[in-house]
């Protein structure tokens, strides 16, 4: 008797059904320490933005500082100023490649001998042509520049400056018209204009020192926003070194 109390003493008894299902999901689970996020806790909030401070070893990354809309202007005119002096520069030089063109073309015809015909100027006849096709894709790309500046910037004011004879006086008029159609605004003082273009003439004495002397002046507006260009005679002989558009900045 004794032996079989000690037996049965010894065998554990069979686990129920509830604790079977227990054992077999691994055990009572864990109470969740993740906070849960509830439409009663977005109201509290207002739209207010938590930074929670960073784990120990990781990297913050500043978040970029928001644009003021006056920042966006600005950087509105910049870019639509680049794009007006870029658009006129390559109507301008496709305009001369187009005369250089019919020149040669219209030399072709007139020279006697044909070998300097058929090889000379024929040549410089490509060579001119695919300056044109060149100039001409370059044009392209500029009115697409121009327009893409042109969407929802804020109307933008210009200045012209006109030296020296009557041809310099109609190109001005000319860049006048092509800057009105491009929703520009002419104004009569220069400190109005988002756009400053000097029209110049190498005939007067000193005009080269003139120029930078007037660019200097206008560095005195001091006014990111402000794109200078300079055009004519002067601008020709200078080549790029002086027709180049500036930043507010004539240095």
Same mark, same amino acid.
């Given at each position: 008797?004794?032996?079989?109390?000690?037996?049965?003493?010894?065998?554990?008894?069979?686990?129920?059904?509830?604790?079977?299902?227990?054992?077999?999901?691994?055990?009572?689970?864990?109470?969740?320490?993740?906070?849960?996020?509830?439409?009663?806790?977005?109201?509290?909030?207002?739209?207010?933005?938590? &930074?929670?401070?960073?784990?120990?070893?990781?990297?913050?990354? $500043?978040?970029?500082?928001?644009?003021?809309?006056?920042?966006?202007?600005?950087?509105? @005119?910049?870019?639509?100023? &680049?794009?007006?002096?870029?658009?006129?520069?390559?109507?301008?030089? &496709?305009?001369?490649?187009?005369?250089?063109?019919?020149?040669?073309?219209?030399?072709?015809?007139?020279?006697?001998?044909?070998?300097?015909?058929?090889?000379?100027?024929?040549?410089?006849?490509?060579?001119?042509?695919?300056?044109?096709?060149d100039a001409r894709?370059?044009? $392209?790309?500029? @009115?697409?520049?121009?327009?893409? %500046?042109?969407?929802?910037?804020?109307?933008?004011?210009?200045?012209?400056?006109?030296?020296?004879?009557?041809?310099?006086?109609?190109?001005?008029?000319?860049? %006048?018209?092509?800057?009105?159609?491009?929703?520009?605004?002419?104004?009569?003082?220069? @400190?109005?204009?988002?756009?400053?273009?000097?029209?110049?003439?190498?005939i007067r004495e000193k005009?080269?020192?003139?120029?930078?002397?007037?660019?200097?002046?206008?560095?005195?507006?001091?006014?990111?926003?402000?794109?200078?260009?300079?055009?004519?005679?002067?601008?020709?002989?200078?080549? %790029?070194?002086?027709?180049?558009? @500036?930043?507010? %900045?004539?240095?």
């Amino acid at each position: 008797m004794l032996c079989a109390a000690a037996a049965l003493a010894q065998e554990k008894p069979e686990d129920s059904p509830l604790v079977k299902a227990a054992k077999a999901g691994g055990g009572p689970k864990k109470k969740s320490t993740k906070k849960v996020i509830t439409n009663a806790d977005v109201k509290r909030a207002k739209g207010n933005l938590v &930074v929670l401070p960073a784990k120990t070893g990781e990297k913050v990354t $500043a978040p970029e500082p928001q644009k003021t809309s006056l920042q966006k202007q600005d950087e509105q @005119r910049k870019a639509s100023g &680049v794009a007006t002096v870029r658009l006129i520069t390559a109507e301008k030089k &496709v305009g001369e490649l187009e005369k250089e063109l019919r020149r040669i073309e219209d030399t072709y015809y007139a020279e006697n001998d044909p070998n300097y015909r058929d090889k000379t100027i024929t040549d410089r006849f490509n060579q001119t042509k695919k300056q044109l096709d060149d100039a001409r894709k370059e044009l $392209a790309d500029a @009115r697409d520049a121009q327009h893409a %500046s042109l969407s929802g910037r804020n109307e933008q004011t210009f200045f012209i400056e006109t030296w020296g004879c009557q041809m310099n006086d109609l190109d001005s008029q000319r860049l %006048s018209g092509n800057l009105k159609l491009r929703g520009y605004r002419r104004v009569d003082d220069e @400190r109005q204009a988002d756009l400053i273009l000097l029209n110049t003439c190498s005939i007067r004495e000193k005009a080269e020192n003139k120029v930078y002397s007037r660019l200097g002046a206008l560095r005195e507006l001091k006014r990111d926003s402000v794109q200078i260009g300079v055009c004519g005679c002067v601008a020709q002989q200078e080549g %790029s070194g002086s027709s180049r558009a @500036r930043h507010g %900045s004539t240095s």
